[in-house]
C-alpha cells in the first residue's frame, strides 16, 4: 500500500525527520509512505487568494487522477482514530493511493476540496504544518496498531 502525503511548508528539519522516522521504521514494510513537500508560494506581492491559487495549481500536480484523495481542512469531518482506520485500510482493500493533502497556512482552494474524495478536519484547533505533518504520521501508525490488535491503541 502506497499513502502519498502533499504538503506545502517549509523543509523538515532535523527533530521532525527524527519524529517522524520513529513512526515510519514502526510500520510494515508493505505500507510505503511518499511525502512530496511543496514550496509555499507566500510573497508580499500576491494577495491571499493569488497564493491559494498558486499553491492550488502546485497540489493539482501532483495528485494522479486515480487516488483516493483526503484533504485537511478546519471545515471538514471529523472522526474518530478508529474510523481514520478503516478509512485507510478500505484504500488498502480496494488497491488505491490514498493521498492525503496538506495546504498552506491559508488553507485550500475550493477546487481542491471540491475534487477530494473527502476533506476532513483534525481538529478545530489550528496547528502548524510542521508538527502536522508528525500527527498525521503518528495516526496512520495509530491505525495499523488498532486494525492489528496492537497495545498501542488504547
Same mark, same amino acid.
Given at each position: 500500500?502506497?499513502?502519498?502525503?502533499?504538503?506545502?511548508?517549509?523543509?523538515?528539519?532535523?527533530?521532525?525527520?527524527? @519524529?517522524? +522516522?520513529?513512526?515510519?521504521?514502526?510500520?510494515?514494510? +508493505?505500507? #510505503?509512505?511518499?511525502?512530496? +513537500?511543496?514550496?509555499?508560494?507566500?510573497?508580499? +506581492?500576491?494577495?491571499?487568494?493569488?497564493?491559494?491559487?498558486?499553491?492550488? !495549481?502546485?497540489?493539482?500536480?501532483?495528485?494522479?487522477?486515480?487516488? =483516493?484523495?483526503? &484533504? =485537511?481542512?478546519?471545515?471538514?469531518?471529523?472522526? @474518530?482514530?478508529? !474510523?481514520? @482506520?478503516?478509512?485507510?485500510?478500505?484504500?488498502?482493500?480496494?488497491? !488505491?493511493?490514498?493521498? =492525503?493533502?496538506?495546504?498552506?497556512?491559508?488553507?485550500?482552494?475550493?477546487?481542491?476540496?471540491?475534487?477530494?474524495?473527502?476533506?476532513?478536519? &483534525?481538529?478545530? =484547533?489550528?496547528?502548524?504544518?510542521?508538527?502536522?505533518?508528525?500527527?498525521?504520521?503518528?495516526?496512520?501508525?495509530? &491505525?495499523?496498531?488498532? #486494525?492489528?490488535?496492537?497495545?498501542?491503541? #488504547?
Amino acid at each position: 500500500m502506497i499513502i502519498r502525503i502533499i504538503s506545502i511548508g517549509n523543509k523538515l528539519n532535523s527533530w521532525e525527520l527524527d @519524529s517522524i +522516522n520513529y513512526y515510519l521504521k514502526q510500520l510494515p514494510k +508493505n505500507l #510505503k509512505i511518499d511525502f512530496i +513537500n511543496l514550496k509555499s508560494q507566500q510573497n508580499p +506581492n500576491y494577495s491571499e487568494s493569488e497564493v491559494i491559487s498558486k499553491e492550488s !495549481k502546485l497540489i493539482m500536480s501532483k495528485i494522479p487522477k486515480d487516488d =483516493f484523495v483526503v &484533504a =485537511f481542512d478546519i471545515n471538514g469531518d471529523q472522526m @474518530s482514530s478508529k !474510523k481514520f @482506520s478503516d478509512l485507510i485500510f478500505d484504500c488498502f482493500k480496494t488497491s !488505491k493511493v490514498l493521498t =492525503f493533502i496538506i495546504g498552506g497556512s491559508f488553507g485550500l482552494s475550493s477546487e481542491i476540496k471540491d475534487n477530494s474524495n473527502w476533506v476532513l478536519s &483534525a481538529s478545530l =484547533f489550528t496547528f502548524p504544518h510542521r508538527l502536522f505533518r508528525l500527527i498525521l504520521i503518528e495516526q496512520i501508525y495509530r &491505525a495499523h496498531t488498532i #486494525k492489528n490488535n496492537m497495545p498501542y491503541h #488504547k
